[in-house]
């Protein structure tokens, strides 16, 4: 996805074959503690959505550098025992 700065941007994704990507509240909170810390710096979020299998997010980028790493989804694989890619 090309990001620019200045603009706004709808950001959504959904699990594979449209099965939960969230499980507990725990997850839930996972999530936003992982979209806190890698897009905070760079963004601010307007608005967020999460229902069990996808999310949304409105943010308002101000820098360029937004790389959201695969570790939120590494760690809910290993926590439901997937091999497959999440989303």
Excluded: W
């Amino acid at each position: 996805m090309q990001f620019y700065d200045g603009q706004i941007f709808h950001i959504y994704n959904q699990g594979n074959n449209r099965e939960k990507i969230f499980y507990s509240e725990d997850n839930y909170l996972y999530f936003l503690k992982k979209v806190r810390m890698f897009l905070l710096p760079h963004a601010d979020i307007l608005a967020y959505c999460l229902m069990p299998n996808h999310f949304h997010l409105l943010v308002y980028v101000h820098s360029l550098e937004i790389k959201m790493p695969n570790e939120t989804c590494r760690t809910l694989n290993k926590s439901r025992h997937y091999v497959d890619v999440l989303y």
